[in-house]
């Protein structure tokens, strides 16, 4: 299911009803009668190419704390995740859906006279793409906030245990104690140089409903 996308080969509507099935997952995942209980998946990893963009930076931990997983970086450009099989599968459907849907936006922003003004008179085109990149981030990770806080909220009520915090700490003891050697290196700050067009990116990334996914074609971006 999760690979069935247009550019894999697959048809419209056959990508179409596999986004709608995904967006039903991820929105029911975490309160699913199967997660009241103790899951028998094994843990597994699974790599998907690094996009060579530094939006995917802030775009790991909004995973993580969507999904359950563990996102980690190998030195040959590739971003690994690691969990229960069907939260990175997830994961990794979800970090390129994402990643697809701030490209697409991005280039609608190319198009609107922010954008020219911008970049005619103030600043470069890699620095206003780059702030409108991170303000997406940023609007999208307060939609995961929301959503998982929303989880935790139900999960709480149904069962007295906050279960996404449970699953949490328990896919990251499974992963330490595969991987003890992993090193953890700080990342530099994000610069946002125009606050302006870090706001446009704020708002665009809030209006990405999570919930839904993409079954439903729009106008614009693959997330809503």
């Known amino acids: 299911m999760l690979e069935k996308r247009v550019e894999n080969g697959a048809t419209k509507e056959e990508a179409e009803a596999a986004l ?3 967006a ?3 929105a029911e995942y975490m309160i699913d009668e199967k997660d009241l209980q103790d899951k028998q998946e094994p843990f597994v990893e699974k790599k998907t190419p690094f996009r060579k963009t530094k939006a995917t930076l802030p775009l790991a931990p909004v995973l993580e704390r969507l999904f359950c997983v563990q996102a980690y970086f190998s030195n040959i450009g590739e971003h ?5 099989e069907s939260d990175v599968d997830l994961a990794i459907y979800f970090y390129n859906v ?3 849907s701030m490209e697409r936006e991005t280039r609608v922003f190319r198009k609107t006279e922010v954008y ?3 970049t005619d008179f103030l600043y470069t085109r890699h620095t206003v793409e ?4 991170n303000g997406f981030m940023m609007g999208v990770w ?5 959503l998982v806080n929303e989880n935790s909220e139900r999960t709480r009520r149904a069962t007295g245990t906050d279960l996404v915090v449970v699953r949490g700490a328990e896919v ?3 992963f330490n104690k595969k991987h003890d050697d992993c090193r953890t290196v700080k990342t530099r700050k994000i610069k946002d140089t125009c606050r302006e067009i870090v706001k446009i990116g704020v708002s665009i990334g809030e209006k990405q409903n999570l919930r839904r996914g993409v079954g439903e074609q729009q106008e614009r971006g693959l997330l809503k």
């Not at 690994?80 to 229960?84: D, K, N, Q």
């Not at 780059?130 to 990149?133: G, K, N, S, T």
């Not at 307060?142 to 929301?146: F, G, L």
């Open 20 to 22: 709608r099935k995904a």
């Open 116 to 118: 020219k003004a911008a």
């Open 24 to 26: 039903e997952l991820m």
């Open 172 to 174: 990251e003891n499974a």
């Open 80 to 84: 690994w995740f690691f969990g229960r």
């Open 142 to 146: 307060r939609q995961v906030e929301k």
């Open 98 to 100: 994402i990643l697809d």
């Open 130 to 133: 780059r702030d409108f990149q």
